[in-house]
């Protein structure tokens, strides 16, 4: 029996649905990258994919989160007309220590564009959530069934389907946190 899947990228704003990986997000995730680095140029130290988009093991919204670093989050603000250009929409700074961007329409969107100073606090956390759930997979499991638990009861109502995952988000990234430092500390014993 054959099976169609139906590729997924963009979400109805403000609803929750989660769906198995789909190699197609690493090349979505890849191509909006190169397209960031051609148009940002030199105000961009790094472009990574994050979210759950970037963990093959779990399920995830499908829309594409990506981190880009700056060394100053004023370094952005000259691009803002250039990237609305390229339907590249600002957002605002939503989140203290982070500019936001989205890629989509009104009602549906496809990525989430996180600009971040390098190496600051949220990139950190980015990187090492991602790094660690990778690393981890019964910690991505503990993660997944939390976040599919939580879609089930707030499918209409990401707000509270956020607020739900919150604890155990602080929880991981603090592991994930210790872990990265303990990385660190053997890199510098092995060097």
């Known amino acids: 029996m054959l099976v ?94 982070e500019i936001l961007f989205v890629i989509g329409s009104d009602e549906v969107r496809t990525h989430h564009i996180h600009i971040v100073r390098w190496n600051g606090t949220e990139w950190n956390n980015y990187i090492n959530f991602r790094d660690y759930l990778n690393a981890y997979p019964e910690k991505a499991v503990l993660y997944d069934t939390c976040k599919q638990r939580l879609a089930m009861r707030f499918s209409g109502d990401r707000k509270k389907y956020t607020a739900g995952k919150e604890e155990t988000i602080q929880c991981l990234l603090e592991e994930a946190r210790i872990w990265k430092s303990h990385q660190a500390a053997l890199h510098l014993l092995e060097s």
């Open 4 to 97: 169609y899947f139906q590729i997924m990228i963009g979400l109805k704003r403000g609803t929750v649905k989660l769906v198995p990986h789909q190699k197609e997000w690493v090349d979505s995730a890849g191509k909006i990258m190169e397209e960031l680095r051609h148009l940002l140029g030199a105000a961009v130290t790094d472009i990574q994919h994050i979210g759950s988009t970037a963990i093959p093991s779990i399920h995830a919204k499908p829309i594409i989160d990506l981190a880009v670093a700056v060394r100053d989050l004023e370094d952005i603000l000259p691009y803002v007309e250039v990237l609305k250009q390229h339907h590249i929409i600002f957002r605002g700074e939503i989140i203290t220590g």
